[in-house]
């Protein structure tokens, strides 16, 4: 669970400029060896943040808000151990702000209205005020309204930190008064100027062979904070012992994957997988399935987009996709996991190397649209059924020609109401086998035009 105390480089104390306090006296320099090393890195000014250029650098967001004294209030959006508390302290100092935090895990109502208070006392001080709010998400609708009047009025400029997609977590008032700026999950290349900060700061070069070395970084997966904390656990091994990915693996366990279920995560996974099989990459479709049952995705859910998408995007130009689809989702079910997430990926390769056409899709909504503009409309008299005499005297069913009697196997006939112009619903493409039933169609179209129904 993400501690709300914590940030990329550890806690720090409140104050306008974040700064470890030298170590002083009898025991000074011990007591810093014992510090976290996340909290020993942590910057003291922004060039120092890692991972974060297209924010920091020098045409970064942020730079340029800086430069330019307009700091706006914000959302910084990003998953753990990427500096979102880092930046914000450090944002408080380069803004000549007071750095104030409060945990939306952890603070009511009270403690929001303490904070404003005691903002206003120092705005009628000329003292401006830096409100960083963590995991703002967390508040109810409610309580994020009750930021609204001193973000309008200046009294604080609020800094929110979530993991969450703030679309779907903040409520609009708030976003319109906030700019959300995205922090990126920390890169091989920022991981990798941690690691030699932490060899600068212990004065150790890390006992890894170069593979152990970028398998340590895959294991931090962009979470700059888990990386220096596993940095710790190697050097704490006693002996002289150099790991390999192997004994590394062993050693240290692997950051569990960002993946919620219930949330922005699970459906930026489906997507990706939806559009990889779309644009017939059965490579990338593997990775996506895989990263979803890796996150404890249930298969059945998979079994389920993977059907409508073999409805959705395949259709007609492989009719065989929908029945085996169905036949995979039906084999998960008899065989459960893991045996059974084999027909799964099985189906993942065909959906995406089959043809694709979305034009029965389209057809059916275009049919639907059709359906509600025309209300009611009884069908021709001629394709009525006829079981009583009433019926046969009023002329159901009256000229009615039975298509199998028909040399092509067709009669050519009107089929929709009479008065209604006759539409083009199913628009096949020439991609697998609808180009056969695109041959037919126009085939049938003909019949159709030589009768003028």
């Known amino acids: 669970m993400h501690d709300p105390t914590q940030d990329l480089f550890g806690d720090m104390p409140d104050m306008a400029r974040p700064q470890a306090a030298p170590a002083t006296g009898r025991g000074g320099e011990a007591a810093s060896r014992h510090r976290p090393l996340a909290d020993r890195l942590r910057p003291e000014a922004l060039d120092q943040v890692v991972g974060q250029d297209h924010l920091l650098g020098p045409e970064g967001t942020l730079s340029l808000m800086l430069r330019n004294h307009s700091l706006a209030s914000l959302i910084l959006w990003?998953?753990?151990?990427?500096?979102?508390?880092?930046?914000?302290?450090?944002?408080?100092?380069?803004?000549?702000?007071?750095?104030?935090?409060?945990?939306?895990?952890?603070?009511?109502?009270?403690?929001?209205?303490?904070?404003?208070?005691?903002?206003?006392?120092?705005?009628?001080?000329?003292?401006?005020?830096?409100?960083?709010?963590?995991?703002?998400?967390?508040?109810?609708?409610?309580?994020?309204?009750?930021?609204?009047?001193?973000?309008?009025?200046?009294t604080v400029v609020l800094v929110g930190a979530t993991t969450e997609n703030p679309s779907f977590a903040l409520n609009g008032a708030l976003l319109s008064r906030c700019q959300v700026l995205v922090l990126r999950r920390l890169d091989d290349a920022a991981l990798e100027q941690l690691l030699c900060r932490a060899e600068a700061e212990t004065g150790r070069v890390l006992p890894l062979t170069p593979p152990a070395r970028a398998t340590l970084r895959a294991m931090a997966d962009g979470d700059g904070r888990y990386l220096l904390n596993m940095v710790e656990q190697i050097l704490a091994q006693p002996g002289d012992t150099v790991f390999d990915p192997q004994s590394l693996s062993r050693l240290l366990a692997k950051r569990a994957a960002l993946y919620d279920k219930d949330r922005e995560e699970h459906y930026n996974l489906i997507s990706a997988l939806h559009k990889s099989m779309r644009g017939s990459d059965p490579d990338a479709a593997l990775y996506w399935f895989a990263r979803m049952l890796e996150g404890g995705e249930d298969p059945r859910y998979i079994a389920r987009r993977l059907t409508r998408f073999a409805a959705e995007d395949v259709g007609m130009a492989d009719p065989q996709a929908l029945p085996l689809a169905v036949a995979a989702w039906e084999t998960y079910e008899r065989m459960g996991s893991p045996e059974g997430e084999l027909a799964l990926a099985q189906l993942v390769v065909h959906l995406s190397t089959a043809p694709k056409s979305n034009a029965v899709y389209v057809a059916y909504g275009r049919a639907r649209r059709a359906a509600r503009a025309t209300g009611s409309l009884m069908p021709p008299a001629h394709i009525l059924n006829a079981p009583t005499k009433l019926m046969k005297d009023i002329g159901y069913g009256k000229g009615y020609e039975y298509d199998h009697d028909q040399a092509e196997g067709i009669s050519g006939q009107n089929y929709f109401p009479d008065g209604m112009r006759r539409p083009q619903f199913y628009r096949p493409t020439g991609r697998g086998y609808e180009r056969e039933v695109a041959r037919r169609l126009d085939s049938w179209d003909r019949v159709r035009e030589s009768r003028g129904s």
């Open 78 to 154: 990003g998953g753990p151990g990427v500096g979102k508390t880092t930046i914000a302290r450090l944002l408080a100092h380069a803004a000549g702000l007071r750095f104030v935090q409060i945990s939306a895990v952890f603070s009511g109502v009270a403690d929001l209205k303490r904070a404003f208070e005691d903002a206003r006392r120092r705005a009628a001080n000329g003292e401006g005020t830096l409100l960083f709010v963590d995991e703002i998400h967390r508040f109810n609708r409610a309580q994020q309204d009750g930021f609204l009047p001193v973000v309008e009025d200046g």
